[in-house]
C-alpha cells in the first residue's frame, strides 16, 4: 500500500498585506455623516440630508408668485432607548423638523415656519435599526 503524503499549505505563515476594515464602522460613520444630526445647521457640510433638501429646494409656484426655501433641519430628542422600543414593539426614531420660508413676490412678505416632516429611524450601536420591535439591519 502505497503512503499518501498530505501537503497542507498554511497560510497563516504570510503577512498581512492590507488590514481588513471594521465594516460595521464604516456604516456607523456613514450614518452620522448622513444625519449631520450635532453639527449646527449653519456648519453643515453639502452632504446627507442637507444636500438633499438643498437638492429639492427652492419650490416655485406655477404663477411664480410663490418661492418655497430651505432654511435648515432639526432632528428632535428620542423618546426611548433602543432597547426600550425593542422591548415595547416601538420604532427607535427621532422627528423630524424642517424650517421653510415661504416668500411672496407680489407683497415681498417671508413667512418662516418649522414643519414636522416625520419620524425618522436611527440606528443603535450594532449598526441596525429598531422598527415595531424588531431589529432590522440594511445591506
Request: aromatic share 10%.
Amino acid at each position: 500500500m502505497l503512503k499518501k503524503h498530505n501537503k497542507i499549505k498554511d497560510y497563516s505563515k504570510i503577512p498581512e498585506l492590507c488590514p481588513i476594515p471594521n465594516l460595521l464602522d464604516i456604516q456607523k460613520t456613514s450614518f452620522v455623516n448622513f444625519l449631520q444630526r450635532y453639527i449646527p445647521p449653519d456648519e453643515r457640510k453639502k452632504q446627507g440630508l442637507q444636500e438633499v433638501f438643498t437638492n429639492i429646494f427652492p419650490i416655485q409656484d406655477f404663477t411664480g408668485n410663490l418661492i418655497l426655501n430651505f432654511v435648515s433641519y432639526s432632528l428632535g430628542e428620542c423618546k426611548d432607548s433602543a432597547y426600550g422600543c425593542w422591548e415595547k414593539g416601538g420604532t427607535y426614531s427621532t422627528p423630524l423638523e424642517v424650517k421653510i420660508s415661504l416668500i411672496s413676490k407680489k407683497t415681498g412678505e417671508i413667512k418662516e415656519q418649522d414643519v414636522f416632516m416625520g419620524e425618522l429611524p436611527l440606528m443603535t450601536e450594532n449598526g441596525g435599526f429598531v422598527i415595531n420591535g424588531a431589529e432590522r439591519v440594511i445591506v
